[in-house]
């Protein structure tokens, strides 16, 4: 059996979403479909509404033809005459062409009028719930990197907030998830806290660069990148904050494995001041770097 690739080891995707494969549960899918669709993407979740929206109708206008004519101005069998008013009753239309003659076909409009009603209210929440989530588009580095700081070790990656609206009170949470095997050989996936020389930003307006120094107590001391490879190491990275548009937390993630931790080599420098002294920051090479020539 050949070994899992990295993108099949990680636990927290570039994208930030989780890897984790869930089996066993009891709750299906109907279970909690209203979660499912609020996370779901917008081309998904669009797709799975129209989907329904089309297949409610088609079952409405299956139920119309079971009476044969109990649509007034319909054709006789026609599935599209009995669609097309399906579409029109759901949507509480009324062009008012075609009506229901018997009281069958009037029942029916009155349950498809309520499920209309029903379906809109339950849209319109979700939609807006989705509009009215706050989220971050926070930018990592490619790769993180393991180069002297200060004359002492230290893993660094980089960050930079896309949006030009401001993350007050940035505060980033920084693991080492590592696969050992217990005194009683059993294998486990094991978590350590890698403390940052500072963890929290007052204000995330420019790029911040992550600085863990690997000191004697560090669970980085004297690992090197064969053992974190052997060893399937992810640096898995959370990021929280308070945005000042919306008034409400955001959060993000990222993770870097083994492969993706470069050591003797730091960031190219991104931050410059313009002729009036503003300062700026060139993102074109915000995930270059370079060989670090520092003495170890």
């Known amino acids: 059996m050949e070994p899992p690739s990295p993108s099949t080891q990680r636990v927290v995707e570039p994208s930030g979403r989780i890897n984790i494969v869930r089996t066993g549960l ?31 109708n088609a079952l409405f206008a299956g139920a119309y033809l079971l009476e044969g004519h109990g649509l007034e101005h319909a054709e006789a069998g026609s599935f599209s005459d009995a669609f097309f008013f399906s579409v029109q009753t759901m949507a509480t239309i009324g062009y008012g062409y075609i009506t229901p003659r018997t009281l069958f076909a009037n029942l029916l409009v009155t349950v498809e009028a309520l499920v209309g009603l029903l379906g809109l209210a339950v849209v319109t929440g979700l939609v807006f719930a989705k509009f009215s989530r706050p989220t971050a588009r926070v930018l990592f580095s490619r790769v993180a990197v393991v180069t002297p700081r200060d004359g002492v070790p230290s893993l660094m990656f980089r960050m930079a907030n896309q949006r030009g609206n401001q993350i007050v009170e940035a505060r980033i949470h920084v693991v080492l998830a590592l696969t050992e095997a217990t005194a009683e050989g059993e294998v486990i996936r094991r978590l350590f806290d890698l403390e940052m020389a500072r963890a929290q930003n007052a204000l995330f307006a420019l790029s911040w660069t992550a600085i863990h120094p690997i000191t004697a107590g560090s669970p980085l001391y004297r690992a090197t990148q064969a053992s974190l490879a ?3 190491a992810e640096v898995i990275v959370s990021l929280t904050g308070l945005d000042e548009s919306f008034a409400q937390t955001v959060h993000a993630r990222h993770s870097y494995t083994a492969d993706e931790i470069i050591w003797g080599a730091r960031f190219v420098d991104i931050l410059s001041r313009l002729p009036d002294g503003r300062r700026m920051v060139d993102y074109t090479h915000f995930h270059d770097v370079v060989p670090d020539d520092t003495p170890r």
Do not use: K, M, Q
């Open 26 to 56: 009891r709750n299906g899918f109907f279970g909690d479909l209203y979660h499912f669709l609020l996370v779901s993407s917008w081309p998904r979740l669009v797709t799975l509404l129209a989907t329904a929206y089309i297949v409610a």
């Open 230 to 232: 052997a060893e399937e």
